[in-house]
């Protein structure tokens, strides 16, 4: 009777067992509802395929997809005080940074990363949505410095995707500096005649908006971007006024001349690379072509004809 205990009844019991889905296996849509496959929107860099809509696409794997290949060396980034004020809410700041740090898997706010796109080296700096909202504190301002401070070394453009929700308010001032630091740096790009192009994702509002995510020499965004300093509701009760529907989106921003273009993602490496190499006057190789053959005239290629004729009819006499 084992095999019954041991084989049989646990067959039985896996039939009336719960199977567990993971809650991530499908995404749904939040315009049209449509539910997607996460492989199939992971193999669309996270925009949904029918509607377009562009899902908020995680910062490394941003920088994975961008460069050549995956390849890119991480370039390091100064270290900073953890918790400068001592600052607490409804928790303490140091454990809001755990958890942040566990949840999104990085040490902080951004990502900054060389490597080659479309054969061209290019430095960017990628914010972290996923950390505390993508906010500007010491770190990432550090860390957008680094950057930049790296490119002018290695005299490549610098390339920034901009996504947060602002300044750090647990940093207080601290957070702040970080604005004119950061403008700093632009101003250095500049000075080295090195391109500074701004990708704006969804979201870009607050301090980062107000300071280098503005300062750009090319300003591109991703379709239906979320983009400005105060909130919707805030602008209302200032100006007393209902604004549009599509207010502080990419395409409005477009059409009011605050940004250059607006690019889908899977175009956007292209896009980039194109802008690059016209800024920095890279030498384009043209494909070689073949010199046309000379076609020889039929009125001359008759007589020839003709008088190879005679010496033929003697060859085959003799």
Request: proline residues 6%.
């Amino acid at each position: 009777m084992n095999w019954i205990n041991s084989i049989v009844r646990p067959k039985i019991r896996d039939l009336w067992k719960k199977r567990e889905v993971p809650e991530n296996l499908w995404i749904k849509c939040p315009e049209t509802g449509e539910m997607v496959f996460h492989r199939d929107l992971e193999a669309n860099l996270w925009v949904i395929p029918n509607s377009g809509h562009h899902m908020r696409i995680p910062a490394r794997k941003r920088v994975e997809a961008f460069f050549d290949g995956g390849k890119y060396t991480e370039v390091d980034t100064p270290d900073v005080h953890a918790d400068p004020h001592k600052f607490r809410d409804s928790k303490r700041y140091t454990d809001r940074l755990k958890e942040a740090r566990t949840k999104s898997g990085e040490d902080e706010a951004v990502i900054v990363a060389q490597g080659q796109v479309n054969g061209m080296p290019l430095t960017i700096a990628v914010q972290n949505f996923d950390f505390i909202a993508g906010s500007l504190g010491m770190a990432a301002g550090e860390a957008i410095l680094a950057g930049m401070l790296k490119a002018v070394e290695d005299k490549t453009p610098f390339v920034m995707f901009a996504a947060s929700g602002g300044a750090r308010m647990q940093e207080g001032i601290l957070s702040l500096m970080q604005m004119p630091r950061t403008t700093v740096g632009v101003q250095m790009l500049r000075e080295a005649g090195l391109p500074y192009i701004v990708v704006l994702t969804n979201p870009t509002t607050g301090g980062v908006s107000a300071s280098y995510a503005m300062l750009g020499d090319v300003h591109i965004a991703e379709p239906g971007a979320q983009i400005g300093f105060a909130g919707r509701r805030v602008i209302e009760q200032t100006v007393r006024e209902k604004l549009p529907e599509d207010f502080q989106t990419a395409e409005y921003l477009l059409d009011h001349g605050m940004i250059d273009m607006v690019v889908p993602r899977q175009k956007m490496k292209e896009t980039l690379a194109r802008i690059c190499g016209i800024l920095m006057k890279r030498e384009v190789e043209l494909p070689k072509l073949e010199a046309p053959k000379e076609q020889v005239p039929e009125a001359e290629a008759k007589p020839a004809e003709a008088a190879a004729e005679p010496a033929r009819e003697a060859e085959a006499a003799s």
